[in-house]
């Protein structure tokens, strides 16, 4: 399985579905809670995506967990002493993370950077909706590529990103979602 951490924001999600492009036998689970936006994207795009609800998964030992975008592991019934566990993350390795566990970090802005330049190692092929959600991972961890942890790779995939067809209309609608009415409401009356 693919995992990823709660309040799961774009990075999380691009990373979890980027995994999966690399290893498509795993199945990527979605966390049980995710922002407002990522949650939206979902409710539009879901079905073009092959992410797993944890409660639909199969009642089966699991043998590996990829975690990405995180160093923490949320347990899943099946996991037990003999899973293996393999992170992909782009904060640096944590103090106290088991020795067994293999990791992979990437001084990048974006844990959805380092799974994009290994699909590019593939010549993996994306569809537009597909190249907008990991564009999307990349913008969201990089203030749109603006922050001062944004890499020349981070900038590297993007472009790759946008050759493959990513939508920066779709992108923008859910980097910076409207405000809901009661937002609204308490923004005027700050």
Known sequence: VILT??????????????????????????PRRMNRNLRAFLTLYG?????????????????????VDTQSLVTLKGMGDQTEVQVVDHH?????????WRFTHAPTGAT??????????????????????????IYEDT?????ASTTARDVRAAAYLMDQGA??????EFLN???????RRVYEAL
């Open 177 to 183: 979602p409207p405000l809901s009415p009661e937002q």
């Open 112 to 137: 959805t950077t380092v799974l994009v330049e290994s699909m590019q190692a593939h010549n993996g092929h994306l569809s537009a909706l597909q190249a907008t959600l990991m564009l999307l991972g």
């Open 92 to 100: 640096p390795r944590r103090p106290g993370l088991p020795p067994d």
């Open 167 to 172: 939508s920066l209309k779709i992108a923008a």
């Open 47 to 67: 079905t073009e995506f092959p992410f797993v609800d944890p409660r639909d998964l199969p009642s089966e030992a699991i043998e590996r967990v990829t975690l």
């Open 143 to 147: 203030g749109a590529l603006t922050y």
């Open 5 to 30: 951490h709660e309040q799961a924001d774009f990075d999380a999600l691009a990373s979890l579905f980027g995994a999966y492009l690399l290893d498509e036998k795993a199945l990527p689970v979605l």
